[in-house]
């Protein structure tokens, strides 16, 4: 069975920090990997999937199939990225039902 | 608005009630999914609807958990009898539903609090 794991429920960083937030999946398949965040008081959104290889608001993440990890990560983190993000999972050629992690909430101090 | 509508945003009820949680997906989108999302659970899958097809209720928690679309439109998720671990945040979400990949559209959720 396809599964996600984000090992860390919460993580705090100063402003200017670099940030890594962590998720590793198991799946024997080709997975398609995406990264949904919400804001407080928004609605949840998708922030980035590997398969498009961009940066969003200056996130970035890569799909490492031999260590089946999608870390996401940004150089110098803001305020305003503070809010909680999900690693979710999608088997390739399937449906777009997402397979989601727990949840990892950033929060960046000033 | 054009976003996915839930209603009731709140929900409080009493344990061995019976709840119904109403979803109005984007127009067009003939994809429609639920999700619970609760502490330390994060996301979970619940049921997946597209078109016509039979759906997808692999992720429902119990048979007090039921789901069913409308028209191809709007859905309504029943909990019957329920249970304090019931409370959470009930998320939809709708997709176009033409094949490939597609950006899931959430709602803002059903807070439901059983008491």
């Known amino acids: 069975a396809q599964r996600v794991t984000q090992p860390e429920k919460l993580l705090s960083v100063f402003k200017g920090a670099p940030v890594e937030l962590k998720c590793n999946y198991s799946?024997?398949?080709?997975?398609?990997l995406f990264w949904y965040v919400q804001y407080s008081r928004q609605r949840l959104q998708l922030l980035l999937r590997?398969?498009s290889r961009e940066s969003i608001k200056g996130f970035t993440a890569d799909l490492n199939k031999g260590e089946t990890s999608f870390h996401l990560k940004k150089p110098f983190a803001q305020e305003e990225d503070s809010a909680m993000y999900y690693c979710?999972?999608?088997?390739?050629?399937?449906?777009?039902?997402?397979?989601f992690g727990t949840g990892t909430l950033l929060a960046v101090q000033p | 608005g054009a976003g996915v509508s839930q209603s009731p945003s709140n929900k409080v009820t009493e344990k061995g009630k019976d709840v119904e949680l109403r979803c109005d997906p984007i127009s067009g989108h003939t994809a429609l999914y639920w999700y619970r999302q609760s502490l330390g659970q994060g996301l979970e899958f619940l049921i997946y609807?597209?078109?016509?097809?039979?759906?997808?209720k692999s992720g429902l928690p119990s048979d007090r958990f039921s789901a069913e679309r409308t028209g191809g439109s709007v859905s309504t998720l029943t909990i019957q009898r329920t249970q304090q671990e019931d409370s959470a945040v009930y998320l939809c979400a709708s997709s176009l539903g033409q094949g490939g990949f597609e950006k899931l559209f959430f709602g803002s959720g059903t807070q439901l609090s059983v008491l």
């Open positions: 590997h398969i």
């Open positions: 799946y024997s398949g080709s997975p398609e």
């Open positions: 979710a999972l999608r088997r390739s050629g399937a449906t777009n039902k997402l397979i």
């Open positions: 609807f597209q078109g016509n097809s039979a759906p997808d």
